[in-house]
């Protein structure tokens, strides 16, 4: 089954220690990307990564880490992380974000992964 | 900075009604608008997308449609089923780049 997998989906952790969530996908994509939801900002770019060891900064990186090694798993790595990184976390991959034709850059999520920084 | 806001925040019809969700951007320099559906406590899916020189998509009882002049879009959909409720978002992806910049959604309530 073609899917975005996220993990943990649940992690609740103190103010400092660092963490990773990971992200995999089995479709061979090209493009991912991390976002962050919460209320009454809505869903907001981290980073995104168009290729194996390309990545570059979304809307907000302040307190966030990424690497692409390999084509599937794109990791969101916080460092120090901080009770204002309490959020819901998603990642997304797309065939490519920009192909010749145009066609088939649909987005694919994952469940999400819901972090609490105490 | 491209900003992009749904309009109305919540929506609740009977079921059977056919409704619009508007979504709204500030910079007309898009590569693509895709429209997402996300349940309660679960990811998003995407529900349609539209190139840049295309003016609308269709899938099933969707329809999508953008100006991108005058920086809108709709989603149609037709005869709303109880099944249809769920949050809608709309994400306009920036030209040339990975950029994206989604909007806040418009909560749909389809009441049997």
């Known amino acids: 089954e ?11 952790t103190v103010t400092g220690k660092k963490l990773t969530v990971t992200c995999s996908q089995n479709m061979n994509h090209e493009y991912m990307s991390w976002y962050r939801q919460d209320p009454g900002l809505g869903l907001r770019q981290i980073y995104y990564s168009m290729n194996v060891e390309v990545t570059d900064k979304g809307d907000v990186p302040e307190g966030y880490k990424v690497s692409r090694k390999e084509k599937r798993n794109f990791p ?11 959020s819901l976390y998603f990642c997304a991959s797309s065939p490519t974000y920009r192909n010749n034709l145009g066609l088939n850059t649909e987005a694919f999520f994952g469940q999400g992964t819901r972090l609490t920084v105490v | ?11 609740s019809v009977p079921e059977g009604e056919n409704l619009v969700l508007n979504c709204s951007f500030t910079d007309s320099a898009i590569y693509n608008l895709q429209w997402f559906r996300q349940d309660p406590g679960k990811g998003l ?6 190139q840049s020189s295309q003016r609308e998509q269709t899938s099933g009882r969707l329809n999508a449609s953008l100006d991108k002049s005058s920086g809108r879009s709709t989603l149609y959909i037709a005869a709303s089923q109880p099944g249809d409720s769920a949050t809608y978002l709309c994400a306009v992806s920036r030209t040339n780049a990975g950029k994206s910049t989604f909007g806040d959604g418009t909560t749909l309530t389809v009441k049997p």
């Not at chain 1, 073609?2 to 992690?11: G, I």
């Not at chain 1, 969101?76 to 309490?86: D, F, R």
């Not at chain 2, 899916?45 to 539209?50: A, C, G, P």
């Open chain 1, 2 to 12: 073609a899917q975005v997998t996220q993990n943990p989906r649940y992690l609740i």
């Open chain 2, 1 to 11: 900075k491209q900003e992009v806001t749904q309009i109305p925040a919540a929506l």
């Open chain 2, 45 to 50: 899916t995407s529900l349609l997308l539209i």
């Open chain 1, 76 to 86: 969101l790595i916080l460092e120090s992380p901080s009770p204002n990184q309490t």
